[in-house]
């Protein structure tokens, strides 16, 4: 699911809102989690997850066009834990004989 196709079924369902309100508060709230994260905060939405980051060290790797040794610095990378409820939900829709709930997979080439 996309940004706009959440802002689309969010203001179907939201009637009483205009689309441009419910475009504005995804477009607020995204901003304003992504600021947190830059920041270094930890995000926690009940029930769904959370977000924080995570340090990759320092390593050396390979540029893949020369195969010459490359160092890559550390990093701070964005990382997604699923709440226990979401997880149970996803596997409940595997065991029901779904294994591919309505995610996009994309197929090897």
Same mark, same amino acid.
């Given at each position: 699911?996309?940004? @706009?196709?959440?802002?689309?079924?969010?203001? =179907? %369902?939201?009637?009483?809102?205009?689309? %441009?309100?419910?475009?504005?508060?995804?477009?607020?709230?995204?901003?304003?989690?992504?600021?947190?994260? @830059?920041?270094?905060?930890?995000?926690?939405? =009940?029930? $769904?997850?959370? $977000?924080?980051?995570?340090?990759?060290?320092?390593?050396?790797? =390979?540029?893949? %066009?020369?195969?010459?040794?490359?160092?890559?610095?550390?990093? $701070?990378?964005?990382?997604? %834990?699923?709440?226990?409820?979401?997880?149970?939900?996803?596997?409940?829709?595997?065991?029901? &004989? &779904?294994? =591919?709930?309505?995610?996009?997979?994309?197929?090897?080439?």
């Amino acid at each position: 699911m996309t940004k @706009s196709e959440l802002i689309e079924l969010l203001a =179907r %369902k939201q009637s009483h809102l205009s689309y %441009k309100d419910v475009e504005n508060a995804a477009k607020v709230m995204i901003e304003q989690m992504s600021q947190s994260l @830059s920041g270094g905060d930890r995000i926690e939405i =009940r029930g $769904f997850g959370s $977000f924080s980051l995570h340090f990759r060290p320092p390593r050396v790797g =390979r540029n893949p %066009k020369t195969g010459d040794a490359v160092t890559l610095p550390g990093k $701070f990378v964005p990382h997604f %834990k699923p709440g226990k409820e979401l997880r149970e939900r996803v596997n409940a829709s595997i065991e029901n &004989d &779904d294994p =591919r709930p309505t995610a996009r997979i994309a197929e090897p080439a």
